[in-house]
């Protein structure tokens, strides 16, 4: 009797091709048995040391630009701040003036009020109210013999010299008693002539007059011959144009 084989004897070399669909779901299996074990397997100390590295390199660039932004802002405010201190210094505070927009008028005198334009100033002039004349004699009382001399000082007692024309022309030694009026020079002068004199402050000029002790008349008009001054008081005034100095007193013999 020959031997029979069981029904699982000859599986193993009579099975039927796998098709494509089980094929490729083997692949697929062994490929994720073949993943799993690296998916769970831990980064080695290197790995982690790269990591912290680069982690450390990206931190240190952010704040070195962080930083550098900073800077630059600050520096562009305190450029502004400089430059807006300058203008408002430049143009000075708001309290000097009117400030309305658009307003020429208000503007060009806040200018000129700011900045004033200096204007010549005239040169001082002699004060003519402080030049004075004053009459003198060389005696208060004179012998029959002897002529009077007569002197008309003018003085300057301002600060300032004083140009003054002590000339004939604006010279009269006047002589009266009384109501009388005895003598002046100006009556029977021959010529009258200008001198300008500058008298400096406090200095002063004088004139002389002997005075023969004869009378005289308004346009020099004839005096009997002999017709002299009697003895008895007189009184001298001096006069310098239109200024008259106070009188003087003196006596003849």
């Known amino acids: 009797m020959g031997r029979q084989d069981t029904p699982n ?11 494509a669909a089980q094929k490729s779901a083997a692949r697929n299996s062994t490929a994720r048995n073949s993943a799993a074990p690296r998916a769970g397997r831990k980064p080695s100390p290197a790995v982690y ?13 952010v704040l070195g630009l962080i930083a550098g932004g900073v800077a630059t802002l600050t520096s562009l405010l305190g450029g502004a701040q400089q430059a807006s201190s300058a203008q408002d210094s430049t143009q000075g505070p708001s309290t ?3 400030s309305t927009e658009g307003d020429g008028t208000a503007q060009s005198a806040s200018t000129e009020s700011a900045s ?5 100033s005239a040169s001082p002039t002699c004060d003519q109210k402080l030049v004075t004349v004053k009459a003198t004699t060389n005696k208060t009382s004179y012998a029959a013999d002897e002529k009077p001399v007569l002197s008309l000082t003018v003085s300057n007692g301002g600060k300032l010299p004083c140009k003054v024309n002590i000339g004939t022309s604006q ?6 008693s009384g109501s009388d009026r005895v003598f002046s020079s100006a009556d029977c002068q021959a010529a009258s002539t200008d001198l300008v004199k500058t008298i400096a402050p406090g200095k002063s000029e004088t004139a002389n007059f002997p005075w023969p002790r004869n009378r005289s008349v308004q346009g020099c008009e004839n ?3 002999g017709t002299v001054a009697g003895s ?12 008259v100095s106070p009188p003087t007193v003196f006596q003849l013999s």
């Open 223 to 225: 005096v009997p011959d």
């Open 96 to 98: 000097q003036g009117p």
């Open 232 to 243: 008895g008081y007189y009184v001298f005034i001096a006069k310098l144009g239109a200024k």
């Open 49 to 61: 040391r790269r990591r912290r590295l680069f982690a450390g390199v990206a931190l240190l660039l």
């Open 116 to 120: 004033p334009t200096a204007t010549p």
């Open 171 to 176: 010279m009269d030694f006047l002589v009266t």
């Open 9 to 19: 004897s000859g599986a193993g070399r009579n099975r039927p091709p796998k098709s």
